[in-house]
């Protein structure tokens, strides 16, 4: 065995061992339990970040800990290969996006196989692939034959320097996040997968997921935002025809405080009426500007304008006004609002604004109402009682909005109603590097999906991007087509899907990534029955990937793609268990310059000062050793140049010392601070643990103390240790499986070993509980540092293989104690301590007690009145 731990040599060793052996390999299995480990796949960005590592460290320690459990383990790897950031890069550096996204896939791919994980290559996927998206595209015609893709007319978010839609959350203060261009509003055709159809289901479900944060669980369900509500209308009359005004309000039993309406901008309403005044014309131009988040119009300034139209009351005939709102969504409930300012804050601020009539209609009791301003409880239904409101009066929340509705449904001007936020979710994007819409526009016979012997329509990889729109659109060779149903000439569709699609599903395709007659073979009833056991992740993930991917499971539910023929899978849901792992958090230094600008400093490239409790309390630059400024603790970023490259910590330090200290750092759900003192430290105890095997190996073979020899062969302190290492096996093995808290098992084994250091005996007894406690700390630390873990474990037993070992077990007669200290209290003050059997019994006990010399001493001669013994704690002797 080598003297010194030389990481690169062993971890060299180590990877090609598992190459060899097809370690990582998962092949089905049905008479053994599975555990599939999946972490969120990375976008092929060209090279490893930190937060990666994080990731896919955890993943990986929990694959090894499982199929050391006994599992059959699948942990797959991909890409998430489409998406903009190819085709800025194409029009940087000239190369082809394909071209780009494939060599930053190779790059990446050998710095997670230069970081151990045991990771089955032979089921690797680059949703760029069309053996990958062809079966999307196949989806996309069965959705689309059963409605469940539809196309119309969509208002998007047009970024008109990128020439693209955004997604709301690509909108930042108004402007493009990539081109900072003014976002537009926009109609243009698109296609809408219909996820609204699921939305009770996909809200009902989310009690199912007792495996994930309950945080991620109620953005979920925010998101989705169910409202129970009245949808109802206002009837008027207008060029001489009847019509009704619909609106959906939660707030029903205020419907007799109603002294204005809104509609949106977009509403046919506000249309109507601004074609003879061109100034309301004018203002429903300007509130199409801007995007379409909600975020954005909660905080816009409420403007809006009349329209002259009015409308009946639809309880009282009165005549109520209609105003056009920027702040009513057109795409929410009817696009429309009864206002009721005394009790709806924003129809407050705007009549206000406007000088309209505010109506109190309901009160609380011990509050009252003023003008003045607005007030909470204008605006709680739990305290809500009807007043000024005729028949309704005294009436609370439930009670009003039932009779209310009641009274409408008689009149044919409403009912009750549940309305939902989530909306239908717009899949095209103007985009080359994507997967093409398999939809044919045929003059004759409409939009066609293309028929299945004709998938996949694929992605031309030699193009030429600019920048401006879509390459496709100006590929006729792409585009020039026949129809599929009546053969005349025809035009594909040019708009490739959101990559958010590729995401929905990919999960699935691991378990059956060769499947080429179907989208999903046989061998995924295996793997993802019961759900994904584990997902891991980032946060931000929390609602749209997550939601898209819980939907999309419904979806080939219901397509039949779970159906095997004689094997069925039963998923209702994707993931059974999900960690969201924390940031990866990092110091920052700067200075700034008379402009009040910031240079900012990597700190790789800074020498900090600590106080004696290890706080930063003075930085300088190393270049020129002046002082910079602690920026404090960041998210690692290119902005604030605070990222450390996890390559260079491979390449000084070793894959083991990189994933043991991200994996002691901090527990996997807390953000995790950057340490060069805490890097150094990992590699110096895995210094050690390698000597102490040098050692221990250096005085010849020992057969381990496996607890089948006498118990009373092993003396005191040998007995204790062995107690101690096997209470460390239970501990790191609850840590490891259900806690997932992997810092504090590391730091127990860390102590099992200085307690290892200070055993002196050198007996045959001695040397096989040592040796014993070696394999079993190498065993427990292997899920974590495996390539040193394959090295020691194979100088501890010569050719055997640490990887197919299972996890150390307590041995629950370790476990047992001999002797219990308990403390003695003389009238209950303590006075002392006796060591007893741990298998005494009560009379034993206090005859010990007794006996003893302080409770001798502070009885003093007392004949004792009582004796409480609380077995394994105390003895109190009342005199
Ligand atoms: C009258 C009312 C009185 C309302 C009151 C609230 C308080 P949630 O809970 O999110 O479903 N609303 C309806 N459609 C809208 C649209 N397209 N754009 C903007 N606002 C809209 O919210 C439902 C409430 O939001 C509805 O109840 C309506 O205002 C408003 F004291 O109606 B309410
Ligand atoms: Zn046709």
């Not at 490893?48 to 990731?55: A, C």
């Not at 003050?829 to 007893?836: A, Q």
Request: with cysteine; net charge negative.
């Amino acid at each position: 065995m080598q003297e010194k731990y030389q990481a690169a040599a062993v971890e060299t060793a180590a990877q090609q061992h598992w190459v060899q052996t097809q370690a990582a390999r998962a092949v089905a299995n049905l008479s053994q339990p599975k555990y599939y480990c999946l972490s969120m796949f990375p976008y092929p960005s060209g090279k490893l970040h930190m937060g990666h590592v994080r990731n896919y460290t955890i993943g990986d320690v929990l694959s090894r800990f499982h199929q050391m459990q006994g599992f059959n383990v699948l942990q797959p790897m991909g890409w998430d290969a489409f998406g903009m950031p190819a085709e800025n890069a194409a029009i940087q550096h000239q190369v082809p996006p394909a071209q780009w996204t494939y060599a930053n896939i190779d790059y990446m791919r050998s710095q997670l196989q230069r970081l151990g994980f045991a990771i089955d290559w032979e089921r690797e996927i680059a949703t760029c692939k069309p053996d990958y998206y062809r079966w999307e595209q196949w989806l996309f015609t069965r959705l689309f034959e059963k409605g469940l893709i539809y196309k119309r007319l969509g208002t998007v978010n047009w970024d008109p320097v990128d020439q693209t839609v955004l997604a709301n959350e690509q909108v930042i203060d108004g402007r493009g996040w990539r081109s900072g261009a003014l976002v537009e509003k926009r109609e243009i055709p698109m296609y809408y997968m219909k996820i609204t159809a699921y939305a009770e289901e996909l809200l009902a479900d989310l009690d199912q997921l007792e495996g994930w944060p309950e945080q991620v669980r109620l953005m979920q369900k925010n998101w989705i935002g169910k409202s129970t509500g009245v949808r109802l209308a206002f009837p008027y009359e207008l060029d001489g025809k009847a019509d009704k005004l619909w609106v959906f309000t939660t707030r029903a039993d205020t419907l007799m405080g109603v002294t204005f309406v809104a509609v949106a901008a977009e509403h046919p309403l506000a249309t109507r009426a601004a074609q003879n005044n061109p100034e309301l014309a004018a203002f429903i131009e300007e509130c199409k500007k801007g995007g379409v988040a909600e975020a954005d119009i909660a905080t816009m300034e409420k403007k809006g304008m009349p329209t002259g139209i009015f409308v009946q009351h639809p309880l009282t005939g009165e005549k109520v006004e209609v105003w056009v709102g920027n702040y009513v969504l057109m795409s929410y409930g009817e696009g429309a609002v009864m206002a009721v300012p005394a009790h709806d804050e924003r129809d407050f601020a705007f009549a206000q604004k406007y000088g309209l009539t505010i109506k109190q209609v309901i009160a609380a009791a011990g509050e009252s109402f003023s003008l003045d301003g607005w007030q909470e409880w204008y605006g709680d239904k739990t305290r809500a009682v009807c007043v000024n409101s005729g028949k309704y009066d005294g009436l609370a929340y439930e009670a009003a909005v039932d009779a209310i509705a009641a009274d409408l449904a008689a009149k044919g001007l409403g009912e009750k109603k549940v309305q939902f936020r989530l909306r239908d979710w717009g899949i095209s994007r103007q985009r080359y590097w994507g997967c093409p819409i398999p939809v044919i526009h045929c003059d004759s016979c409409g939009d066609v999906p293309v028929p299945d012997d004709q998938l996949p329509v694929v992605l031309p990889e030699q193009v030429q991007v600019t920048g401006a729109g879509s390459p496709l659109a100006k590929m006729p060779e792409f585009y020039e087509t026949t129809c599929p149903k009546c053969g005349k000439p025809a035009k594909r569709e040019t708009d490739t899907m959101d990559t958010f699609v590729e995401s929905s599903w990919y999960f699935l395709r691991y378990a059956s990534p060769d499947s080429d007659q179907a989208m999903l073979g046989k061998e995924a009833a295996y793997w993802c029955k019961g759900g994904i056991d584990q997902y891991i992740g980032g946060i931000e993930h929390a609602i749209l990937h997550l939601l898209y991917s819980r939907f999309f499971t419904k979806l080939m539910r219901d397509v039949g793609v779970f159906d095997f023929g004689d094997t069925q899978l039963k998923l209702d849901e994707p993931f059974a268990n999900l960690l969201t792992q924390g940031m990866v958090v990092a110091p920052s230094f700067f200075r700034e310059d008379a402009s009040g600008k910031k240079q900012w400093f990597n700190p790789t490239e800074v020498d900090v000062t600590t106080d004696d409790r290890g706080r930063p309390v003075g930085a300088t630059l190393k270049a020129d050793g002046q002082p910079v400024v602690i920026g404090g603790t960041e998210k690692m970023s290119k902005s604030k140049n605070n990222g450390v490259d996890p390559q260079a910590l491979i390449d000084q330090f070793g894959a083991d010392t990189a994933r043991l200290f991200i994996m002691f750092a901090a527990p996997p759900d807390q953000s995790l601070e950057w340490s060069d003192a805490g890097v150094e430290g990992a590699h110096r105890f895995l210094k050690r643990l390698w000597k102490l095997v040098y050692e221990h190996t250096l005085e010849g073979p020992v057969e381990a103390w496996n607890g089948e020899q006498p118990a009373e062969d092993l003396a005191t302190p040998l007995k204790d240790f062995r107690r101690h290492l096997h209470q460390t096996i239970a501990k790191v093995t609850d840590d490891f499986g259900r806690r997932k808290q992997f810092n504090t098992a590391i730091a127990a084994v860390m102590e099992l070993l200085n307690a290892y250091a200070k055993l002196d005996s050198d007996s045959d007894a001695a040397r096989a509980v040592k040796q014993e406690a070696l394999e079993a700390a190498v065993l427990m630390l292997y899920p974590i540092v495996p390539h040193i873990g394959q090295a020691l474990y194979g100088e501890l037993r010569p050719g055997a293989d640490a990887g197919r070992q299972a996890f150390p077990k307590a041995d629950p007669a370790a476990l047992v104690q001999d002797e219990v200290e308990l403390m003695v209290q003389v009238n209950g003050k303590l006075r002392g301590r006796i060591t007893v059997a741990a298998t005494a019994d009560k009379g034993a006990v206090e005859a010990a007690a007794l006996a003893s010399e302080s409770a001798q001493k502070y009885m003093e001669g007392k004949a004792p009145k009582k004796v409480v013994v609380v077995p394994g704690r105390l003895v109190n002797i009342v005199v």
